[in-house]
């Protein structure tokens, strides 16, 4: 290492948190503005709604967030929004969270009768002093903005939650299969980046409990000086590690967007094994793009998707890296 690369991680305190120390191993993915990447293999469906605003000059923003949507308002998505699963008493309750290239921020949390999450946050972001509402006050705060509210629970949900409680004892459900959260992070043609993560939450979790999708720094932050990042799988252990903003970090200490989410998959892996946790229970997934377009992402276990849009090469499935596998 350069003595005055090493000085400059020195500087960011980088070192200490053993980020910086590899040098960058993955092939750099790069891509042209604007693009969109969003997570798992749903995501080259919201991918083509964000990109007809995004190759028409639309905000990185309005891409994102009717991508987000699109998951949303789909019953037969069962992780996000309508139709998502309940938590173990039945209640379907949402979390999301949106930021931009300017640090703005809104956030949800244990919302009820509203798809549309992650416009809420947005509302959020724009129409108040705040960065997060949660349960009643975002429900209210959504009534009074306008927002549609509804029944939740479709009756596929409903049946699949009654078939988890015939066989559940009523434990809350971890479940490493379980994910379908829709993260979307965007740059427009003037190089504005933005993300939303949205998610229904663990299947048949506690009511109340909240993972790490609607914490920005968790599951989802955008520095316009850096790039954005995306996390999806297990919340706790996503928060537990400092997830996507630890991502951020390490891209801004000279790491390839693949390798900066490798050392924090690593890190999941790492604060598993302290606890004593075997990793075939758990999943923890990143993705990131930098503001030069560059993007890549890793996971805990193999399995994660994610899918990315540009002009140059269409709209393609990719297939994160791993750090660990039961085989
Ligand atoms: C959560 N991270 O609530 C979310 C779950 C998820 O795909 O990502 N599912 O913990």
């Known amino acids: 290492m350069k003595r005055r690369e090493f000085i400059k991680m020195q500087g960011q305190g980088l070192l200490g948190l053993g980020l910086g120390m590899a040098w960058p191993l993955g092939a750099v993915a790069e891509s042209t503005k604007p693009i969109v990447l969003s997570t798992w293999d749903y995501g080259l469906r919201t991918n083509d709604v964000a990109w007809r605003l995004l190759s028409e000059g639309g905000s990185a923003l309005d891409a994102v967030l009717a991508g987000a949507e699109l998951a949303e308002m789909d019953p037969d998505n069962a992780y996000v929004g309508l139709g998502g699963f309940p938590d173990r008493d039945g209640i379907v309750t949402l979390d999301a969270s949106v930021m931009d290239h300017g640090y703005n921020m809104g956030m949800v949390a244990g919302l009820e009768q509203v798809p549309r ?13 705040h960065t997060l509402l ?9 009534k009074e903005q306008g927002f549609e509210t509804m029944n939740l629970l479709t009756p596929a949900s409903e049946k699949a939650w009654k078939r988890w409680l ?9 479940n490493v299969e379980n994910h379908d959260t829709m993260g979307l992070l965007g740059m427009d043609s003037q190089g504005r980046l933005a993300g939303v993560c949205t998610t229904s939450g663990m299947a048949y979790k506690m009511h109340g409990r909240v993972g790490d999708t609607p914490i920005i720094g ?3 932050y ?3 000086e850096v790039g954005a990042v995306a ?3 297990h919340g706790e252990e996503i928060v537990r590690a400092g997830g996507s903003l630890l991502v951020v970090e390490g891209m801004r200490s000279g790491l390839d ?15 598993l094994r302290h606890r004593g946790k075997d990793p075939a229970l758990y999943q923890a997934c990143f993705m990131a793009l930098t503001k030069n377009g560059q993007y890549g992402a890793c996971a805990l276990q193999p399995g994660f998707t994610y899918a990315v849009q540009d002009a140059g090469q269409g709209n393609r499935l990719r297939q994160a890296p791993h750090v660990w596998s039961k085989l």
């Open 166 to 174: 015939e066989t559940s004892r009523y434990q809350p459900g971890v």
């Open 222 to 224: 955008v520095d316009p």
């Open 117 to 129: 999450a992650s416009a809420l946050a947005r509302a959020v972001m724009e129409h108040t002093p």
């Open 134 to 142: 949660v349960g009643d006050g975002a429900l209210q705060f959504a």
């Open 257 to 271: 967007p693949e390798e900066a989410c490798r050392q924090v998959a690593q890190r999941v892996l790492k604060q």
């Open 218 to 220: 968790s599951g989802l």
């Open 231 to 233: 996390a999806t799988g």
